[in-house]
């Protein structure tokens, strides 16, 4: 659980997968997000959405009811004369007059508060704010509302394309199953199911696209979907270079080791300028992402306070590999957690930071 503040602008990172920091970081407090003269308000606890008291729209609500025919205009209007004379609660007056079942009045509320979330994935610009901090005792509502599924169907429900096509990745970039955990995966839709098997036969994000049964537009969306909750992750185009790979000495292996360490040192100090101390967690979670699919040299490394990865002793002495593919799934390796922990980044801080990432870490040399 991390509980550092944190803020952006929309157009670096989108509004999911600001929701995903909150949800993979285990986060409670409130995030203000505001565009123009537009402020909303969402409480979360421990990862999940919340509905507490005063980040509630109660008038919002109140008319909801009343617009959807959920409830009759004099009913509202006995219950808000109920309420006004005893300095009653409006909600709980809704239940003391019989005009809503206690377990309806929630699930109202709670269909309310979801659907004011939605429309702010639209939103290409804007600012964003999290303040950490625990929600006053008595004043939660709703809480527990899943994350994973409400950026999933708020992505389905996205009217702003041209949002999506910006944080995708380019249509040369592959794209493949990244392992997680079965409780954080949401349930998926027969598309999204189609396109995470499809993901994994196609070279690219324009073979996807162009290839895909879903077309290009619902493909895109169900790319979006995956790759921000990570279950896909973006890799190298698969090549067809099989050539034989020259010997390894134990220097050059000291060599590839150190040069990769620069690189995820490099990544460390970039984030780490940009949100603190979280960065390290930010980091540890990228790792865990994907070593089920990495070098079993890798499964019990340690990731060092300056952002480098440290092998035991006995590992280290094993990287001595003589055969081909040992030295592919080495190197293999190195490019997986340099661009898991590039994904980080870009889920964290949004595209252009992605960007910037890159262009330093060209500077820093070749791992070969």
């Keep these: 659980m991390v509980n550092t503040p944190f803020q952006g602008e929309f157009s670096e990172i989108s509004f999911p997968q600001v929701l995903v920091l909150i949800w993979r970081e285990e986060r409670s407090g409130f995030l203000r997000v505001r565009r123009g003269s537009a402020e909303r308000s969402f409480c979360f606890e421990d990862g999940g959405l919340a509905v507490e008291r005063s980040a509630f729209d109660e008038p919002g609500f109140l008319k909801f009811l009343a617009a959807l025919g959920l409830v009759r ?7 808000g004369a109920a309420a006004r004379e005893s300095g009653m609660d409006p909600l709980r007056a809704l239940v ?14 709670e269909d309310f508060s979801i659907g ?20 006053p005792p008595g004043t939660l509502f709703i809480r527990g509302i899943s994350l994973p599924e409400l950026i999933l169907e708020g992505i389905r429900r996205m009217g702003n394309f041209e949002l999506i096509e910006t944080h995708l990745p380019t249509a040369g970039e592959a794209v493949q199953g990244l392992t997680s955990r079965a409780n954080e995966r949401p349930e998926l839709a027969a598309p999204e199911r189609y396109l995470l098997g499809a993901a994994a036969a196609s070279g690219s994000v324009g073979d996807l696209c162009a290839s895909s049964v879903l077309g290009e537009r619902e493909t895109k969306r169900a790319l979006f979907a995956l790759l921000t909750l990570g279950i ?18 134990l220097g050059d292996l000291d060599r590839l080791f150190a040069a990769f360490n620069d690189r995820c040192s490099f990544i460390y100090k970039y984030i780490s300028k940009e949100i603190g101390p979280v960065a390290l967690n930010v980091i540890e979670k990228s790792l865990d992402e994907i070593k089920g699919r990495i070098d079993p040299l890798f499964q019990n ?7 480098r990865i440290e092998l035991r ?6 990287l001595g590999i003589s055969n081909d593919e040992g030295k592919r799934s080495l190197l293999r390796s190195f490019d997986e957690v340099l661009a898991a922990e590039v994904l980080a980044v870009k889920r964290t801080l949004g595209n252009k930071h992605e960007s910037a990432l890159v262009k330093g870490l060209e500077r820093i040399g070749d791992l070969r």
């Design 313 to 318: 002793t006995l590992l280290k002495r094993n």
């Design 301 to 307: 490394c340690k990731l060092k306070p300056d952002g």
């Design 116 to 135: 004011e979330i939605f429309p702010v994935f639209d939103w290409a610009d804007g600012a964003y704010g999290f303040e950490p901090g625990q929600p």
């Design 232 to 249: 896909l992750g973006t890799s190298k185009a698969k090549g067809k270079n099989n050539k034989p790979l020259p010997e390894f000495s």
């Design 96 to 109: 003391e007059s019989g005009v809503l079942a206690p377990a309806r009045l929630l699930k109202l509320v």
């Design 73 to 79: 205009s004099d009913d509202l209007a006995r219950s």
